[in-house]
RNA sequence: GCGCCUGUAGCUCAACUGGAUAGAGCAUCGGCCUUCUAAGCCGAGGGUUGUAGGUUCGAGUCCUACCAGGCGCGCCA
């Protein structure tokens, strides 16, 4: 319809010769009273053609020549508006047939899409500050897909690298009945573990005085020293060990996810690349073009050449890969195909990192178009008025398996997505909890839940296109509200911003919500009722629908 | 100190990316159940969009400065 309104005003505009000027914009109108569509072609032409904006407009209304539009107004300060007879017929069909060009509307073309989300350091629990991630990448998942995307999810397990040196190390000291140091992984998840009985290990003398030293200065360059103290007392059995905590946390992260209804297609592990040599031939490729150099031992990378703030180490002088090396490196495989789009999901105190990758990006000679970071701010935790602190440090923090125990996974999903990704998200769990018109997510699955008590009440109903009476003002209101599903959906995808989906759930929710207050849906008159059991019927297959897209459940009854 | 993000109703957030009278929910106050789920609906009050300039037909949105908050600035990941 926007593109039928822009060709009718084209024509207008050649009829005037005023058509090199502008582009000709269409939008939908926010408000009712403004008509269905509007343009401000008028405004923006005025200073080209030297009118005032309003004279144009009337020109430009009159040189219309009138098809699909019932009425066509001209509004100060020059605005032109259209207003469309709506007929839903269409859309009814649509909806009843599950027509896929209305639930699935195919703008992906079947383009892959690679999407990383959480990957989480496999050192610990997940906590609730990863949910948001978890939630509002899963969601994003199931949007792309349901708009023709071929999306393919990964969680990257940091398996390599210093930290997990300390995890092991972490692990060791618990079994040997000590607590980690600060520094070290303090966390209660590293006690009473099914360990092997050969890890435990004679106490070392200089452990103790080590330890001691530790408490006093607070030095943090004693890791790797207590790293070597471990590695020394375990011997052969140090890899094992290690190998065996990543394994048990990364199953312990596996099983949290998928019990918040978060699956990926693929764990992919760092410790792959190390393991299949694939970063030499990376860095083999950046010194071809001359962005590598030596300093003090270490292989540099020029990542100012291409936007960062500073070079950085990619390979360190005691010859080991930084995490950065490795990151690229997955990234150089994962973009090897030019027509996948890579989108990665960091929290926002990685922000920092984004210009590296990229700038590493496009010395491999990759197309930067097809790679894409998202931020996700931190989720503030709340009971009530509280806010609930969430140190990892201290290992005191919330995990994301108890908030899910205790709020549910319906709702911590849609609280996590509810806002614009990357602001700050306030997280309250009382609210959460409850089971009123102050929680948002009860409010829409309890329309969807008082379709289906209708709908049951009623007996059975085959729903039909015919049913379709002249609809009242609500019944309009909601029908359109429906009829915005394909073009909210695709908005929501082309932006990424779940957040949209969440507020359309709600809107429709809303204009039901009204509708039920307003109309006996189960009338005397069986013309009336099959009416009004269609637009039930309508409303809970978007609904359901609508809801599938976020991982929430629609249920039958509450 | 430098860089990125944010500042909108008492609180939490929108505003379709520069459009018309800045909108929702919560909180507050007032109405609606002998009828399909009141976990609901209807109504009222509440604003100098952090401050000061600028850009133009038009600014919450863009540019500059300042104020306030968050995050980042390792041969950590």
Known sequence: MNNTIKQILGTALTQLGWDQHAPVIVTKTKNAEHGDFTSNIALVLSKHVGLPPMKIARKIHDAIIDSEVTRIEVAPPGFINFYIASDFTETIKKIINNDSDFFRPNIGENKAVYLEYVSANPTGPLHV????????????????????????????????????????????????????????????????????????????????????????ETATDLTPKLIQLCKDALGKHYD?????????????????????????????????????????????LLSQQDVIYEKEGAQWFKSTKHG?????????????????????????????????????????????????????????????????????????????????????????????????KEVGVDAARYFYCMRKSDQHLDFDLELAKQNNNKNPVYYIQYAHARIKSILAKNGQYIPSSKHFLHPSDTEVELLDALAEYPTVLIKTAQRSEVYQWTQYCYRIATHFHRYYNNTQILSDDSQERYHRLLICFLTAQCLSKALENLGINAPESM
């Open 129 to 216: 500050g990863h949910g948001r991630s978890a939630a509002y990448g899963s969601s994003l998942a199931k949007i792309l897909s349901s708009t023709g995307f071929k999306v393919h999810t990964e969680y990257y397990v940091n398996d390599a690298g210093l930290q997990i040196d300390v995890l092991t190390t972490s692990l060791w000291l618990r079994i040997l009945g000590l607590t980690p140091p600060k520094g070290c992984y303090t966390g209660d998840y590293l006690v009473n573990l099914p360990t092997k009985p050969e890890w435990t290990t004679a106490v070392p003398q200089i452990l103790e005085s080590l330890l001691q030293k530790w408490n006093e």
């Open 240 to 284: 094992e060990a290690k190998q065996w905590i990543v394994h048990e946390i990364t199953t312990q992260i596996k099983q949290d996810l998928k019990q918040f209804g978060v699956e990926y297609d693929h764990w992919f592990h760092e410790s792959s690349l190390l393991d299949n040599n694939e970063l030499e031939p990376v860095l083999d």
């Open 308 to 404: 960062d703030e500073k070079d950085r180490v990619i390979k360190r002088s005691n010859g080991v890969w930084t995490y950065f090396a490795t990151d690229l490196a997955y990234h150089h495989k994962k973009l090897s195909n030019p027509n996948t789009q890579v989108l990665d999901i960091f929290g926002a105190d990685h922000h920092g990192y984004t210009p590296r990758i990229k700038s590493g990006i496009k010395a491999l000679g990759h197309d930067e178009q097809n790679f894409k970071t998202i931020l996700i701010q931190f989720a503030n935790l709340y009971r009530g008025k509280t806010k609930i602190s969430m140190s990892t440090r201290q290992g005191q923090f919330v995990t994301l398996e108890n908030l899910y």
